[in-house]
């Protein structure tokens, strides 16, 4: 399994609701990133965990907040959002912090109203 | 400052056409450099990936050609098909920070019939 998958595809939250993105790859890998892209802009790294521990945190609202239950799973806990966080939220994943080809996932489109 | 410019923007040719997009970065040291191919509203897929040692890479009709001296990329399609229609992004790997792609803006390309 090659893959990295995200779940779900569409999300539509108001301002007050919480909600989670999912993230799953089975290739072992030990690196799984999020990134935030907006239309016509290259994807902005937000997170990264390297053997499920919180390596990077590009100074990212707290209203955005990670876990990585196991090697194999990435959730985004999202809470009081903003419209302009409106984005298309990736995962990646690679097979550690030195192996730099990052398999990207197919994202969700978050619209916050 | 490491950036990574693409050029052209966008571009519009029609089917069975050939075309080159480019890419010039100022990452250095940097590992490696790979081209993703974007679909809108969909995850990057890998194309090709090169490191600094690498001339060239072929994947079906793509090929990426890198010069490490002058810190240029260039990816070549030929034979155009409606399906190439996308966005194609540069991304350079620094040699240090390894998780912290640095990504080209992309050129959206689009195949007429």
């Known amino acids: 399994d090659t893959e990295v998958t995200q779940t779900p595809k569409h999300l539509v939250m108001g301002m007050t609701n919480k909600k989670s993105l999912k993230c799953e790859q089975h290739?072992?890998?030990?690196?799984m990133y999020w990134y935030k892209q907006k239309a016509k802009k290259p994807p902005e790294l937000m997170f990264v965990?390297?053997?499920?521990?919180?390596?990077i945190n590009e100074s990212v609202p707290s209203r955005f907040s990670p876990e990585c239950p196991n090697s194999s799973l990435l959730n985004l806990h999202l809470h009081a959002l903003q419209p302009e966080d409106s984005a298309l939220y990736l995962c990646a994943s690679s097979q550690d912090w030195l192996v730099y080809e990052q398999f990207f996932g197919p994202g969700t489109r978050l619209t916050v109203l | 400052k490491n950036q990574v410019e693409q050029s052209p923007q966008s571009l519009i040719i029609l089917e069975g056409k050939n075309c080159t997009l480019q890419c010039n970065y100022t990452v250095s040291p940097f590992s490696n450099l790979r081209w993703y191919k974007q679909d809108t509203g969909r995850g990057p897929v890998s194309l090709t990936i090169m490191t600094f040692s690498e001339n060239t890479k072929s994947n079906g009709r793509y090929t990426a050609t890198l010069d490490a001296d002058t810190k240029q990329s260039s990816l070549h399609i030929t034979a155009s098909q409606l399906s190439d229609s996308a966005s194609y992004i540069c991304v350079v790997s620094p040699a240090q920070g390894a998780q912290k792609l640095v990504f080209g803006q992309g050129t959206r390309l689009t195949i007429n019939p």
């Open positions: 965990y390297s053997y499920e521990k919180l390596s």
């Open positions: 290739m072992g890998h030990r690196a």
